[in-house]
Every structure is written in C-alpha cells, then in structure tokens.
C-alpha cells in the first residue's frame, strides 16, 4: 500500500491463511488492502496476461532455465487410512468425507496446474532488475515464490519476465565466508526492493 500496489493475490492452496499474526505483521494493513484468492495460478496468470488490461507477469527466478533437467518429482502426501469398522460413527464419516474432498482437489489442482517440461518459457532468461525495461503505466503482476522453494517451473515459464535482486558484494566478498553464508533476500524484503523498483520505472 505504501509503494502504491493495487492488491495482493494468495494462491488458495498453498498459502498461509489469513490469521491474526499475518494481520500483526502487516500493522493493520492486511485489513484495508483488496486481497484475493486465486485456485489456480497459473491460469489465472495467463487470462491476465490475454485480458483486456494486457498484464506484464514479472516472476522472480534464479534457478529455472530452457535447457535445465526436469526438476525433483512433487512430494505426494501420504495416504490417511480411517479404520471404518464402526461403520455409523459421524466423526469417521467426517473425517472420510473431508479427506474424499481434499483428494477430489488435488486432482483438479494437478490437472490444471501441471506442468509441461516441453513448454519452452516465455521469458528467455533471467535478468537482474536493473536490466528490467517496463514503459511508462503499464499493468504489472509480480510473482513472489516461497522462502527456500521459489516459484514454480510451470508459472515462472508464464513469466513475460524473469528477474533476481543481484547481491552488492565487493569483488573480494564473491564466495568468501561468511557473505557466501547469505545467498537470498527474505521473500518480505525482496517484495519491496521489487516493487519500489517496478514502481520507479512505470510512473
């Protein structure tokens, strides 16, 4: 809100939910921000991207690239198995009942979300911010990935734009302990560097 950002879009499912240490740490402006859910990223990115407003995706991504091996396979959430012998019990029910919904989702999810290692990505390669071009007013969704894992292969290959925040490290610091100890920007920091920076050029 600060910088000047529109709205925030959480992706439904694997997102911390809105609670009150989440609404703690934004100071209260978690309440006054419009804020969506979105089921599925990546096809909303690319409506955004054909819709009228002709949105430009600018993901963050350090690792992805065309000729890169096929990532580590998805963990695959292990299977609950409810003992069913007191067939008329309703938390059994219940819980039965939740777990047939959750897996209902999943494949939903993973029909419409999975991703095309043929897929070449839109974006060619990764650019530091300062190579970033973006004209004057134009319509902008940054993508931030989790802490650790990123953004995925199948939205960063959406991207209009892959971009990292380089490191402004003396020549003699590259590698050397303890700055090779610190290798990213935490996802909260990052957003803001990005964001003022996206915020500069387009206004």
Known sequence: ???GVDGVLVNH???CGLTATVSKVSSGALEFI???SVRFVSKFL???????GKFKVISTDIQSSNDEEKGAPREVEPEIVVDD??????????????????????????????????KPFKAG???????LKLGRDENIILVLGS??????????RLADFRVMIPPQLATEQIGKYPFNMVDSLNVGVSAGVLIYHIRHMTK
């Open 1 to 3: 809100m600060f910088i």
């Open 13 to 15: 499912r694997n997102a």
């Open 34 to 36: 419009p804020l969506y």
């Open 46 to 52: 690319e409506d955004a991207q054909r819709a009228g």
């Open 85 to 118: 012998s007191d067939g008329d019990s309703k938390i059994l029910r219940e819980i039965k009942e939740e777990r047939k919904q959750a897996q209902k989702e999943e494949a939903e999810s993973s029909e419409t979300e999975e991703e095309d290692d043929s």
């Open 125 to 131: 390669s990764v650019i530091s911010i300062d190579e």
């Open 147 to 156: 802490e650790g894992e990123g953004v995925s292969r199948s939205i960063n």
